[in-house]
C-alpha cells in the first residue's frame, strides 16, 4: 500500500541555521513526489515536486528536494531558515492517477 | 485571477445533522478533489472529479457524496455527522486529469458537537 512518513512531528531550528525534514514513501512504481506548506488558518501551498530526471529539485522561498530512489526518501532542505519559515511541512505522494497521498506533517519552529 | 474558493470558511453543527460545503476551482481547472484534515494530521483523500465524473473514492463512509457541476465548481455533503467528522475540509483543484500539482483552498472548518 502506497504510504508517507514523516518521522519528526516537530523540529525547531535557529533562524539563519539550516534544515532538513524527512521524507520517506512507499510506492511501487515511479513516484510523483510533493512538498506543501500550511500555514497557520491557511490551505496547502506547493513548494517543489519531482515528476523525473534531476533528483534535485528546487522550489520556491529557497527550498529544495533530493529524490532517492534506493532510500525511498524525498527530503527537503533549505540552506538558512528565516522566521517566516514557521510553519507546518507535508510530504506527499501521487498514487493511483487520481490521488495525493499525504504524510502526517513536520511542525517547524524557527527560534530568533 | 482567484484562487480556490471555498465556502463556508466555519460552521458548526450538531449529530445527526447533515452539511454541505461548497468549492469554486481556478478558472480553467477541471478537475477538483476533497481532502479531509483533522487536527494534527495530514490531508486525507475523500473524492476527485474530473469533468463532473468522480474519478477516485478514499476510505470514507457513504455519508460521504460529493458532485461537481457543468461550471466545474463543487459540493461535498456529509449526512448524519458524527463527533469524529470535525475536521478542516479542503478543496484542492487541478489543470490535470491525473495525479498534479493541487491548489488548495482555505478550507471550512466543520465542528461537530
Known amino acids: 500500500a502506497q504510504s508517507v512518513t514523516q518521522p519528526d512531528i516537530h523540529i525547531t531550528v535557529s533562524e539563519g541555521a539550516s534544515l532538513e525534514l524527512r521524507c520517506n514513501y512507499s510506492?511501487?512504481?515511479?513516484?510523483?513526489l510533493f512538498w506543501y506548506v500550511q500555514s497557520p488558518g491557511q490551505g496547502l501551498q506547493l513548494l517543489l515536486k519531482?515528476?523525473?530526471?534531476?533528483?534535485l529539485v528546487q522550489g520556491i522561498k529557497g527550498f529544495e528536494a533530493e529524490f532517492k530512489r534506493s532510500q525511498s526518501s524525498f527530503n527537503l532542505r533549505k540552506p538558512s531558515v528565516h522566521w517566516s519559515d514557521a510553519a507546518e511541512y507535508f510530504c506527499a505522494v501521487g498514487a493511483g492517477g487520481f490521488k495525493t497521498i499525504f504524510g502526517a506533517g513536520t511542525r517547524l519552529f524557527v527560534k530568533a | 485571477d482567484a484562487g480556490v474558493t471555498q465556502s463556508p470558511t466555519h460552521l458548526i453543527k450538531t449529530r445527526g445533522q447533515h452539511v454541505t460545503l461548497r468549492c469554486s476551482p481556478i478558472?480553467?481547472?477541471?478537475?477538483v478533489s476533497w481532502y479531509q484534515q483533522v487536527l494534527g494530521q495530514g490531508p486525507q483523500f475523500i473524492f476527485q472529479y474530473y469533468e463532473k465524473e468522480e474519478r477516485g473514492r478514499g476510505n470514507f463512509p457513504d455519508r460521504f457524496s460529493a458532485r461537481q457541476f457543468p461550471n466545474y465548481s463543487s459540493e461535498l455533503n456529509v449526512n448524519a455527522l458524527l463527533l469524529g467528522d470535525s475536521a478542516l475540509y479542503l478543496c484542492?483543484?487541478?489543470?490535470?486529469?491525473?495525479?498534479?500539482?493541487?491548489?488548495f483552498g482555505e478550507g471550512s472548518r466543520l465542528t461537530v458537537l
Open positions: 484542492a483543484s487541478s489543470q490535470a486529469k491525473e495525479t498534479g500539482e493541487l491548489f
Open positions: 478558472s480553467g481547472h477541471k478537475s
Open positions: 510506492y511501487g512504481a515511479t513516484p510523483y
Open positions: 519531482y515528476f523525473s530526471g534531476d533528483t
